[in-house]
């Protein structure tokens, strides 16, 4: 029989991660196809709290490691926490949300236990008695389904997969797990966090929506002359007001490199498609892209899609989107922005 560990860390704020919540409703709904054995694994500056919101979950022990040395994000003491609680749950599986921290750890601690990680999973489903993870290759365009023989299997689980996990606090009753620590652990210092300032931040994985931009913000409009100007600031008070995720067509992008008059918040991080990003968001608009394949393709994980753009013809009126709008995406986005900002409360302002 399998046995599961949901391993996670607390955030900050002595919580779960978002993501956490929802890899824990796969773990307790693979458990329940296995019938196999679940337990949880918290790690943190501390984990009672947190550990007390899941307590309804089925897991049948609930492990800890807290502390100040574990509030942090460092590889070594996240791979040694990892692999204490590895090492007191004994499990087969151990499944893991795909935050940052757990990305960068977790395969160091498999090695330690001489274990095999797949990363990136995006389904876990059971045939028979096995169970087998899904997972996308080249750039997002083949999806496999794939199993493993060997024990323990450790999977980081992508968010946006599963429903978050629900159910009654109460209080979970924790079993401490020590870790030796040494100055050797204790040797890189985080000394703090830096976040990017708010305005210039504009790739929001968690956001409800994906806005893109194409080039033709920068094209000759109807007057003959292009806005530049305006669309950045189109843009910028759409993104302010909206909270959306900014995402770019790579021709958008590429012109700044060739030195043209571009939206200056835009960089090539922002690039969807094959040779850039795969977000994924329950929406997504576009605005002035064409929609062409090589784009589209990465808007394989955007559910309801929508589009603006002046060409009746353009690629998204052939099947790619669910509504296009033959429009004017300055016109649109004035009148969106006005009836956002008219919504918004003075603070938003
Ligand atoms: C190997 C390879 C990999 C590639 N990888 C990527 C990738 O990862 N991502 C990517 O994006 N592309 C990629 N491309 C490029 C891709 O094929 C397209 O060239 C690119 O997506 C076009 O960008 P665009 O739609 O913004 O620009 P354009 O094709 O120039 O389209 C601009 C659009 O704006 C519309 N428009 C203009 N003014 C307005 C207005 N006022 N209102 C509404 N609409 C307006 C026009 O009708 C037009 O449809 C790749 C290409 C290759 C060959």
Redesign the pocket.
Known sequence: MERILFLAHTDSENALPATAREVLRGAVDLAGSLEAELSVGLFGREVEAAADTISACGAVRFLGVAGDDFGVSRYSTDVAAGEALVGAANPTIIIAPSTSRVARSLPGTAQRVDGRVDTRITGLSVEGRELRVQRWYYRQRMVATQTRAQRPWFLVVESGVFEPWKGEGGAAEIEEVSVPLTDVHRRTEVLGLEEAAADTQTIRPDAEVLFVA???WT?K?QDGQAHAKEAESLIRRFLDASRASLGS????VDQSGEGQDVIPFMTHLN??????ATPRHPKGLS??????E??VV?WRFITERRA????PN?GWARGKADVLYVA???EVMEKVNALLEAKATPIQR
Do not use: I, M, R, Y
């Open positions: 194409g080039a033709g094209k409009q067509s790579k021709s958008l690039q969807v498609g094959q040779t850039g605005t002035c892209c064409h929609g062409e090589p784009h990465g603006v753009n002046l060409d353009c004017d995406a300055f």
